[in-house]
């Protein structure tokens, strides 16, 4: 059993940054491929980035170039470093575990979910 508890999220303006992390207890996060959806008012749950458990990170075309996603696995820690934040990235950003980034990715295997952490970016 994991339990992921994500923090960091808030209010920015446009064009600031946010770190959320994405703290696991029970298990460690280098067994898991760990990642982080997002799910923004009215719309569907959509994936944002994953990382494997060698390090390998995957990216929506949306954020690409914009979010970094890294673990500390000596922390039990996953975190997301959002820049160049858009009002379209409001949203509340999930943290999962998952056996794959592909599974992580298509929505098909995630094990684990956090409750979630809220960013609000205003215009």
């Known amino acids: 059993q994991v339990q992921l508890v994500e923090s960091g999220g808030g209010l920015v303006q446009a064009g600031g940054s946010l770190r959320l992390s994405c703290a696991a207890s029970g298990r460690t996060v280098s067994t898991y491929a760990m990642g982080w959806v997002r799910q923004a008012p009215g719309k569907d749950r959509e994936f944002v980035a994953t990382?494997?458990?060698?390090?390998?990170?995957y990216y929506a075309d949306s954020v690409k170039g914009r979010f970094t996603i890294s673990r500390d696995n000596a922390k039990n820690t996953v975190y997301l470093q959002m820049n160049s934040l858009k009002s379209e990235d409001t949203a509340v950003y999930y943290c999962a575990a998952g056996g794959s980034v592909s599974g992580i990715r298509e929505g098909y295997g995630i094990n684990y979910w956090g409750k979630g952490t809220l960013v609000t970016v205003s215009s």
């Open positions: 990382i494997s458990r060698t390090g390998s990170t």
